[in-house]
């Protein structure tokens, strides 16, 4: 499969690599979003602060908590018909759709329950074993964290 570096993300996490291709088709503004926070480093450190078996690893909070995001504006929804599957990437959000930030959740199994209510804007490509390796919890002790997320076409 060849990727687009322009439009992948490569985390390094504290279990392995993750790539993770980026689906500007289904949602530009919150993969732009993804990429402006890479480039500026602000995912680096960031800790899997709710990780449930069988469901999803989330992550993408300053404070580690669920409680923040980034000093941008939140994004408008960009609600799509991808189901969310296993290495489906999409964003978290609080009850109003147009309030998600920088919080992101990758799945683990089947959560179609989430279709068309969170906007998805990726998949893991390579590295899902690792995201399966993700110590779980909610809240997590000790969590795994992000050690850099970088856009592939900046990594070269």
């Not at 499969?1 to 949602?27: C, F, H, Q, W």
């Amino acid at each position: 499969m060849s990727l687009d570096p322009e439009n992948t993300l490569v985390m390094e996490t504290t279990k392995g690599r993750v790539v993770i291709k980026l689906r500007p088709d289904l949602a530009p503004g919150h993969v732009e979003r993804l990429k402006t926070l890479s480039r500026q480093g602000f995912y680096d450190g960031i800790v899997f602060h709710r990780v449930i078996d069988g469901f999803m690893a989330q992550v993408g909070c300053p404070h580690g908590t669920g409680t923040g995001g980034s000093d941008l504006p939140d994004l408008k929804a960009e609600f799509n018909a991808e189901p969310h599957v296993r290495g489906i990437c999409s964003m978290a959000r609080s009850q109003n759709p147009n309030s998600a930030n920088s919080q992101f959740f990758i799945v683990f199994d089947d959560a179609r329950f989430l279709d068309k209510q969170y906007t998805v804007w990726g998949e893991v490509v390579e590295g899902m074993e690792n995201v399966d390796r993700i110590k779980r919890g909610e809240p997590v002790r000790d969590p795994d964290s992000i050690v850099s997320m970088k856009v592939m076409a900046d990594a070269a």
